[in-house]
């Protein structure tokens, strides 16, 4: 199977910044689309911004313009900047990845999610 680990949440005042960044590993073969959601208490997950293999990128709009995602194909790792941070940014942020594993074909599909990470942004 493949497994997410994420790092870099945190306490952080308002207008300040984080970088999330989310590491897969196990047998993959390929990894197409890579994505951020965020879930805030007693809200639904929701989805933030996307990534393709390719590097086609797409946000939901009251990021956009604040946060950027990026991905490293070679580390099979997918980022998160998030620039002038607000409260209501606040949440819990997990990655998800789907694509190919195995180490024979025929390949087989996966979607894994992260651990999730805390972000809060407060003063």
């Known amino acids: 199977q493949v497994q997410l680990v994420e790092s870099g949440g945190g306490l952080v005042q308002p207008g300040g910044s984080l970088r999330l960044s989310c590491a897969a590993s196990?047998?993959?073969?390929?990894?197409?689309?890579m994505a951020w959601y965020r879930q805030g208490p007693g809200k639904q997950r929701d989805l933030v911004a996307t990534?393709?293999?390719?590097?086609?990128?797409s946000y939901k709009d009251s990021v956009k313009g604040r946060f950027t995602i990026s991905r490293d194909n070679a580390e099979n790792t997918v980022y998160l900047q998030m620039n002038s941070l607000k409260p209501e940014d606040s949440a819990v942020y997990y990655c998800?990845?789907?694509?190919?594993?195995?180490?024979?074909?025929?390949?087989?599909?996966?979607?894994?999610w992260g651990q999730g990470t805390q972000v809060t942004v407060s003063s």
């Open positions: 196990g047998s993959i073969f390929s990894i197409d689309s």
């Open positions: 998800n990845v789907n694509g190919k594993f195995g180490g024979v074909v025929p390949y087989r599909s996966f979607i894994s």
């Open positions: 990534i393709t293999r390719s590097g086609s990128t």
